[in-house]
């Protein structure tokens, strides 16, 4: 029996900086974003949206296209934690309305999380295949201002239905696994913005893709030559290609062209190009961006993807397209929300990033801006309040 992702939605706010406006601001040649990391945009979050609003705007078509019958398991992956105890599920469960007789937890291990949680739901339905499973993905990527890390910012949510028999990718079996105890990027619980130790973090994500690809090359018997297009964890798009230029050296021995490498990944990186990093919803961001850009049909296509969270945790794994699958993805309604942003100035940029959230216990209504279907309204006696918009 065949298990993996049925349906695969993905979120991004209405609101970006476009990289040469913070490349004119901060003195710094626009190439060294546009090209040295590869980033074009990166999408900011309105202060009425938060990580469950846009999980809750990610998940939004896959249940109005499949309800909710079924739903047994509720899986959240974030770093973005809105709360030391309850869990972001819950407050997605409530918002979702999703069925009570449902097992619900955040899931946390930096931009890796999403994955554990794909692979602990793909177990649950394999031993029982009436069930199903929602495993969103949803972060806000922050750092201090005028640091490295600033242009590598983004904001973004993927939602994906776990079934048996899936319409869209059937996972393989095999994975390879990498843990290690690390200080390259951490955010302790007193800091809103990130740390990290930028270049260490670069060649950790390489070992830990190396590490992986030998576990489960040596499981599956498959070989470079086997998989048809590669995702990657995508904190900028230079990563990928930088990854996948190693991995096509150390597994096949190979010097990519350009030509071969814009084929094998050039369509899993375009909407990160322009969203930025979306941290445990980029892998799945790629794999959205590859499924719905790919020109070729890629129906039974082997595609290889390596999730990384930094401290460290990465996982190599794969999946097999399925017939019909362009049937079961939402290109169009994406591609309206990307085409239909609003630019900010750099000053509206600096004022939601200096914008703190309120922690006096009062009454705060927040000012409407534009969201999805759901949007943060404010927050009351240390209380989120969340309401659907349409
Ligand atoms: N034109 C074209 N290219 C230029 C250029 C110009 N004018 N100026 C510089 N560049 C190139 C540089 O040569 C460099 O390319 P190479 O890596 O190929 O040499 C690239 O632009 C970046 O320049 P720097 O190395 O000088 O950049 P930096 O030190 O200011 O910052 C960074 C780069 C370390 C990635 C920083 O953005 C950062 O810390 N980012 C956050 C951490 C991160 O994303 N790490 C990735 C792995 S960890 C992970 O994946 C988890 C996660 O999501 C965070």
Redesign the pocket.
């Known amino acids: 029996m065949k298990v993996g992702i049925d349906l695969i939605s993905f979120y991004t706010p209405q609101y970006y900086l476009d990289l040469k406006t913070l490349a004119g601001e901060r003195g710094?040649?626009?190439?060294?974003?546009?090209?040295?990391?590869g980033q074009e945009k990166m999408a900011i979050p309105p202060p009425d949206e938060d990580i469950v609003t846009m999980a809750a705007s990610a998940a939004h078509p896959i249940l109005e296209q499949a309800g909710r019958e079924g739903i047994e398991l509720l899986l959240f992956a974030t770093e973005s934690g809105i709360d030391h105890s309850k869990a972001a599920a819950m407050f997605l469960h409530g918002l979702l309305k999703l069925p009570t007789r449902c097992r619900a937890v955040e899931l946390k291990q930096?931009?890796y999380s999403a994955t554990a949680g794909l692979q602990l739901a793909a177990s649950m339905v394999a031993a029982q295949p009436d069930r199903k499973a929602l495993i969103v993905g949803s972060d806000i990527?922050r750092?201090d201002l005028r640091?490295?890390?600033?242009?590598?910012q983004g904001a973004g949510a993927v939602a994906m239905l776990v079934t048996a028999n899936p319409s869209v990718l059937a996972l393989d079996p095999e994975t390879g696994l990498y843990a290690e105890d690390v200080m390259?990027?951490w955010r302790p619980n007193y800091r809103e913005e990130?740390l990290?130790?930028?270049?260490y973090?670069?060649r950790?994500?390489l070992t830990a893709l190396e590490e992986c690809w030998k576990q489960y090359t040596e499981r599956s018997g498959r070989q470079f030559h086997d998989l048809a297009r590669y995702c990657y964890?995508?904190?900028?798009t230079?990563?990928a290609e930088?990854a996948h230029i190693r991995l096509a050296k150390i597994a096949a021995l190979k010097e990519l062209t350009s030509a071969e490498l814009e084929t094998e990944i050039g369509d899993s990186l375009r909407y990160n190009r322009i969203t930025g990093?979306t941290?445990s919803a980029?892998l799945y961001e790629g794999l959205t961006s590859l499924l719905d850009h790919g020109a070729d049909d890629l129906v039974g296509q082997r595609i290889g993807l390596f999730s990384?969270?930094?401290g460290?945790m990465g996982e190599y794994f794969s999946g097999v397209v399925q017939p019909g699958y362009r049937d079961h993805l939402f290109t169009a309604r994406l591609r309206a929300l990307l085409d239909g942003r609003t630019e900010l100035t750099y000053r509206q940029y600096e004022d939601i990033f200096q914008l703190g959230f309120p922690t006096d216990g009062g009454d705060h209504a927040f000012a409407q801006y534009r969201t999805g279907p759901y949007r943060l309204a404010g927050v009351s006696q240390h209380k989120r309040l969340y309401e659907k918009v349409i």
Do not use: Q, W
């Open positions: 710094v040649d626009p190439d060294k974003f546009t090209i040295g990391i930096a931009c990527a750092y640091s490295p890390g600033e242009p590598t390259d990027f990130a990290v130790d930028g270049k973090s670069m950790v994500y964890h995508l904190p900028f230079r990563m930088k990093n941290y980029s990384y969270g930094s460290c």
